[in-house]
């Protein structure tokens, strides 16, 4: 996969790995958050692009969820990250949804110490990651929301290396069969 | 660990406390006397960065906090006559936030103490905000029933950028959580609709001043979330950008009409009229009259207030509480003061403005009744980035 094109034109790279997924409510972005999560391990990283009220934090409540966490996911937007835990059955590890919002200086980027959250153990989720395009590591899967209208939203899922193709494969075989 | 002090004894009235506060990007220190006279309120964003530093100083960074600290702190101190040896213990924030942020405060305070033989206690940043009711009463705003002291129980409503919660407070230390926000926290929706409407930043003071005398503004959506003291902004937000982008939508349409029907009267025209604004333009209310930008933020803010106020003033009947207490950035809203006031049942009380933003003085204020229960912290209390009231 082409990893160095897809660094600086996301939101949208041309795959024929990527999913393209319209949902209909609120509720239908959180089973497709919570069906993502049950699939993820230690390490991975999911990139949230897209403006105001697409729902990029209704997909992280459901993929924590789908992590088994009983914790109440916010927006991260003022805090810049919020740290909650998996349940069991995912090894309770740490899940951190980052927002970088409010940071539109690199300089800033660079020094809250974003780079230690994907280098960890957690499942790491960003938020605005418009904002540090170049900075991230290039395997990730990058979300793009989009309105369609006030109720509807298409959810682009693009894989960047292997792992994230296999997980959008994974997660397509689950929805479509 | 926490220590139960031995002696019941309470502490002497000029107890003077040195805290820290960098749960997130304000790197403050303060010093305050009796759990209420604020001597010194420094924070970071405030000094002459230049000065200090030779150069621009980013906000946002744990390693700032480090670099910030010592000047802070040895300003806060100055106003002491003797230094460190008029500080009879310390503080700090010891969570919610930036683990990276909070570790670099409540690490150097701990040192502090250490160095010094001084008791130390770790304080929550939520706890804090409530507390910022108690400090120097001179400089309080109240509403209600001037400056009597405070009885429990009393409900707190805490509205900031990162933090929006009800919480019932039954004595020093003793919280119960009502309620909290499940997605956007109040100062963030003002900020992000302030930026959906093309007004400046912070979007609170813009909200609230776009607003001001408006008149004939529609209804926007209240989240009720009926039977729950809980709170959701960001379907509001959302809502407001619907509205936004319709009416550009319509704009764009009406434009190039009205600009064919200027041809029609004003026969030579000097240049083609200017091509319609595409309604892509979204999260950006350039093309919108500053009429509707105010009737918006006008709908806006009185959705907020209200289902803030009702929801306030619903758990202080519930609960009995003797006041209500407002605490955080929001607190600075006119229009919220107001409405609570004109709603409340009991007195409302809301700290002056420099201490409703991130500020260590707050803290102060906090550790100073903890230390008045016999409660200090241990050398091996850690930051705990997701520590909750109550």
């Not at chain 1, 795959?15 to 049950?38: C, K, N, W, Y």
């Not at chain 2, 960065?49 to 040895?74: C, F, I, K, N």
């Not at chain 2, 909290?180 to 979007?203: C, H, M, N, S, W």
């Not at chain 2, 959302?238 to 041809?263: D, F, G, Y």
Request: aromatic share 6%.
């Amino acid at each position: 996969m082409s990893d160095a094109m897809s660094r600086s034109s996301f939101p949208v790279a041309q795959t024929p790995h990527m999913l393209d997924f319209i949902s209909h409510s609120v509720a239908q972005t959180e089973r497709i958050g919570q069906r993502l999560g049950s699939m993820l391990g230690p390490g991975d990283l999911l990139l949230l692009l897209g403006p105001f009220g697409v729902g990029k934090t209704h997909l992280v409540k459901g993929v924590a969820s789908g992590l088994g966490s009983t914790d109440l996911v916010t927006s991260p937007s003022f805090v810049l990250v919020n740290e909650y835990r998996a349940g069991p059955d995912h090894g309770n590890l740490p899940i951190y949804h980052a927002d970088l919002y409010r940071l539109d200086e690199r300089a800033e980027i660079s020094g809250i110490g974003l780079e230690e959250l994907w280098s960890g153990q957690g499942v790491c989720l960003i938020e605005w990651a418009e904002r540090a395009a170049d900075m991230l590591p290039t395997d990730h899967l990058a979300i793009s929301l989009q309105h369609l209208s006030d109720t509807k939203r298409v959810l682009r899922f693009v894989p960047h290396g292997e792992r994230y193709q296999q997980l959008v494969a994974q997660l397509k075989q689950g929805m479509f069969g | 660990m926490i220590q139960e002090r031995s002696d019941s004894q309470t502490i002497p009235a000029d107890f003077t406390i040195l805290a820290l506060e960098t749960s997130c990007d304000e790197t403050a220190a303060a010093v305050v006397r009796g759990g209420r006279t604020v001597l010194s309120n420094i924070v970071a964003s405030q000094l002459d960065e230049h000065r200090r530093y030779g150069g621009v100083v980013p906000e946002v960074a744990s390693r700032q906090h480090m670099l910030s600290l010592v000047p802070v702190v040895r300003e806060a101190l100055a106003v002491l006559p003797g230094g460190w040896n008029d500080v009879h213990a310390i503080a700090a924030t010891s969570g919610p936030g930036l683990s990276g942020a909070l570790l670099t405060g409540l690490n150097a305070a701990k040192a502090m103490a250490f160095q010094r033989g001084l008791p130390f206690v770790g304080v929550n940043h939520l706890e804090a905000h409530i507390y910022a009711n108690w400090l120097d009463s001179s400089a309080q705003h109240a509403v209600g029933s001037g400056q009597a002291p405070l009885t429990f129980p009393l409900v707190a409503l805490v509205v900031s950028g990162g933090h929006t919660l009800l919480a019932l407070v039954r004595n020093h230390g003793d919280y119960q959580l009502l309620g909290q926000t499940r997605d956007d926290a109040v100062g963030e929706a003002f900020d992000k609709v302030a930026r959906i409407l093309g007004l400046g930043y912070p979007g609170g003071p813009a909200i609230q001043q776009a607003a001001e005398g408006v008149q004939g503004a529609g209804v926007l959506p209240r989240a009720w979330l009926r039977d729950s003291y809980d709170f959701s902004f960001s379907g509001l937000k959302t809502a407001v950008l619907h509205k936004v982008q319709e009416r550009q939508e319509l704009e764009a349409k009406v434009a190039p009409k009205r600009a064919a029907n200027e041809r029609e009267r004003r026969p030579p025209p000097a240049a083609p009229p200017a091509a319609p604004q595409p309604p892509a333009a979204k999260a950006q209310a350039s093309s919108v009259t500053p009429q509707f930008v105010g009737q918006m933020a006008y709908a806006f803010q009185e959705s907020v207030v209200d289902v803030l106020v009702t929801k306030t003033v619903d758990a202080a009947q519930k609960f009995g509480a003797n006041a209500i207490l407002l605490a955080g950035g929001v607190a600075a809203n006119t229009r919220l003061r107001a409405e609570l006031a004109r709603r409340a049942t009991v007195p409302v009380r809301f700290p002056p403005i420099s201490l409703c933003t991130d500020n260590a003085a707050m803290v102060a204020a906090a550790a100073f009744y903890r230390f008045d229960a016999g409660v200090q912290s241990g050398w091996e209390l850690d930051v705990n980035p997701a520590l909750k009231l109550g």
